[in-house]
């Protein structure tokens, strides 16, 4: 461990200009490539023909490898192990590899794999909420049980595609048909505002921070208010949830506190279940947030989300922390630099990272 008030200035060694941040040209990759120039490091997209420009097209951005599809990212593996490369993943990256490519993988890899499994499965990722006493939604094995609103979530649903709001039981047999062949989860539908709240812990000093908060601009569940109910009547309007963009959100100060504990209450819990690294670096706690202030925990995300992309220049809760622009990008990357600083680097990578 290194003294907490040693990272709060930002270390002018030079440390990060031996090695290269790298990860696929998507989700929130801007971010965390400008954040690991800001930090000295050296940066790597790696992107498909259609994004390739665009990458091209930023300074900070130092070289680019082109690949025809994401899927493709396994072939340049063996390229990418004989260099001094630290992969950064974020959402998409997780999507486009499976679960044995990661597992597979040598190269450096910022974050720690294990937790992969525990949020990769629904079942698994609600037994690490419910240790960490998080509450969490209902959820239903049948149509027959459901007894309340549900939201019908389908298995591998991207930014909330294909969800579905059913009322009760009976508009649930009456829409099934619709889900034949697809795997979903019956969970109870919480009505209250959703809150995004987006995390840092440091494997190196212990401590948490509260990076930022989003919310989702989700068409068209965020535009039925517009119109009066009476008027909807006979529409057959039905709310959908894909996901267009996100909005900054600062919480109310008094329900600050519990957000805190929520993500204290995450990594322990983590610890427990892959010890004893557990989850470390960026996450995101997916709540939603009811009239009595409860907080319903719908998800978690063990990484970066692009969620952050609002404050690639700080929020106001990284400003509190850093009198400095500090977006969660950077902040992975300040992580790394402090890691090498104090010739700590394993502590902030996968266990199946080989250095060079
Ligand atoms: P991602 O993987 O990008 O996080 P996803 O496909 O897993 O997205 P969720 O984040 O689970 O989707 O949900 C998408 C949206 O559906 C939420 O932002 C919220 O508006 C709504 N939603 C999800 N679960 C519930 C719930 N239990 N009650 C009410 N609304 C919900």
Redesign the pocket.
């Given at each position: 461990m290194i003294a907490p008030e040693l990272l709060l200035t930002p270390p002018q060694a030079k440390t990060g200009d031996f090695y290269t941040i790298a990860t696929l040209g998507s989700h929130s990759a801007l971010q965390i490539l400008k954040g690991a120039r800001d930090e000295g490091f050296r940066t790597l997209a790696i992107a498909n023909r259609e994004a390739e420009r665009l990458y091209r097209s930023y300074a900070f951005v130092d070289e680019v490898i082109a690949i025809d599809q994401y899927s493709d990212f396994m072939s340049l593996v063996p390229e990418l192990e004989t260099r001094k490369v630290i992969i950064v993943p974020h959402?998409s990256f997780v999507a486009y590899l499976s679960l044995e490519d990661h597992k597979q993988m040598r190269i450096p890899y910022f974050g720690n794999k294990a937790v992969l499994d525990w949020e990769s499965s629904r079942e698994l990722q609600r037994q690490w909420l419910t240790r960490a006493g998080l509450r969490i939604?209902r959820q239903f094995r049948t149509g027959a049980e459901i007894d309340r609103p549900v939201?019908v979530?389908l298995y591998g649903?991207?930014?909330?595609?294909g969800?579905m709001f059913v009322r009760d039981a009976h508009d649930f047999e009456q829409r099934a048909g619709k889900l034949a062949r697809q795997n979903y989860i019956l969970?109870?539908?919480?009505?209250?505002v959703?809150a995004y709240i987006h995390y840092f812990y440091s494997s190196l000093t212990g401590k948490l921070e509260i990076m930022s908060m989003d919310r989702?601009y989700?068409t068209n569940?965020d535009s039925l208010g517009r119109i009066p109910a009476a008027a909807q009547e006979g529409m057959d309007v039905e709310p959908s949830?894909v996901?267009v963009g996100n909005a900054p959100l600062v919480l109310r100060e008094s329900m600050l506190a519990h957000a805190y504990r929520m993500g204290e209450d995450v990594v322990r819990a983590s610890q427990e279940l892959c010890p004893p690294k557990g989850l470390f670096g960026a996450f995101c706690i997916?709540t939603?947030i009811t009239p009595d202030t409860q907080f319903?925990v719908?998800?978690i995300?063990a990484r970066i989300?692009?969620g952050t992309n609002p404050f690639i220049d700080g929020s106001p809760y990284s400003y509190l922390n850093y009198s400095e622009p500090m977006s969660t990008g950077r902040r992975i990357a300040r992580e790394i630099k402090n890691a090498l600083l104090s010739n700590n680097l394993p502590a902030v990578l996968d266990d199946s990272s080989r250095l060079r």
């Open positions: 959402g939604p939201i979530k649903a991207q930014g909330g595609k969800y969970q109870e539908y919480i009505i209250g959703p989702r989700e569940v949830y996901v997916e939603i319903y719908m998800e995300s989300v692009a």
